[in-house]
C-alpha cells in the first residue's frame, strides 16, 4: 500500500526503517540527511508502535521488553538520531515560538497510557501496550523539557481507537477521521502544548 502510494506521490520518499533496531535508525537519519540536501527537517512523528492483547495473567518478561523497544525506546533513539536534523530545522525558521512549521516531535501515543483514565479503559487490559505507552508519555514531557530548549516542540497525540489491523474493525473511528483530526491538530499547536498528551481533536488528556 505505501509503495502504491508512492509510486502516484513522487515527493513521498520511502526509507527503510525498524524503531526496534538502533542501527537501522541511524541509517535512516542518515537517508533523511542526503535526501535534504543541506535543510533541516522540521518534523518527526513517530507513529510505529506495536499492541498485543495480554493480560496480567498472560504477559511475560519477553512480550513486556519488545513491546518497551518498539513502543518507548524506538521513539527514544529516533529523536536522538533525527535530533541534529530537527536542530537545523529551528535554527534555520523565521519563527520565534514552538510550532510544527518551525520544528517537532511527535509521538504516537494512546489513552491507554493514561494513569488517571484507566479505570474507563481496562475493559482491554493490553498490560504491555498500556505500560510502554505510559513510559512514552514520560519520555515526551522529559524531551519536552530538554528539547524545547532548542527550538523543539514535543507533544504525544492519542489518534483515537481506529480501525486498522492494530484497532481492529470494532474500533470506534475511521483511518480518515482520525488522520483528518490529526492534520488539525498539528498546525494549532503550541508553546503551551508542549509535554502534553493531546487526543485527535486537540483536547487533553490527563496522566
Not at 495480554?54 to 536522538?80: F, W
Not at 533525527?82 to 509521538?107: G, M, T, V, Y
Not at 499547536?189 to 487526543?199: D, P, R, V
Amino acid at each position: 500500500e505505501l509503495r502504491d502510494l508512492a509510486s502516484k506521490h513522487p515527493n513521498l520518499v520511502l526509507v527503510k526503517l525498524d524503531v526496534a533496531n538502533p542501527s537501522a535508525i541511524v541509517s535512516a537519519a542518515k537517508t533523511v540527511e542526503g535526501k535534504l540536501n543541506g535543510a533541516g527537517l522540521n518534523l518527526l512523528i513517530n507513529n510505529a508502535g506495536i499492541f498485543t492483547p495480554v493480560s496480567l495473567e498472560t504477559v511475560d518478561s519477553e512480550e513486556m521488553i519488545r513491546a518497551y523497544k518498539t513502543n518507548a525506546v524506538g521513539p527514544l533513539l529516533m529523536a536522538q538520531a533525527f535530533l541534529p536534523l530537527l536542530k537545523k530545522a529551528a535554527q534555520d525558521s523565521r519563527e520565534e515560538e514552538l510550532s510544527c512549521n518551525k520544528a517537532a516531535i511527535i509521538n504516537i501515543s494512546t489513552l491507554l497510557g493514561s494513569i488517571e483514565r484507566t479505570p474507563e479503559s481496562y475493559f482491554k487490559p493490553v498490560i504491555s501496550y498500556r505500560c510502554s505507552k505510559a513510559a512514552l508519555n514520560m519520555l515526551t514531557r522529559c524531551q519536552a523539557l530538554t528539547y524545547g530548549k532548542a527550538g523543539i516542540l514535543c507533544v504525544a497525540l492519542h489518534p483515537g481507537w481506529v480501525k486498522t489491523d492494530m484497532g481492529t474493525q470494532e474500533a470506534d473511528l475511521t483511518v480518515d477521521t482520525s488522520v483528518q483530526g490529526l492534520l488539525s491538530v498539528l498546525p494549532v499547536l503550541s508553546e503551551k502544548h508542549s509535554g502534553m498528551l493531546l487526543n485527535w481533536k486537540g483536547e487533553t488528556i490527563p496522566w
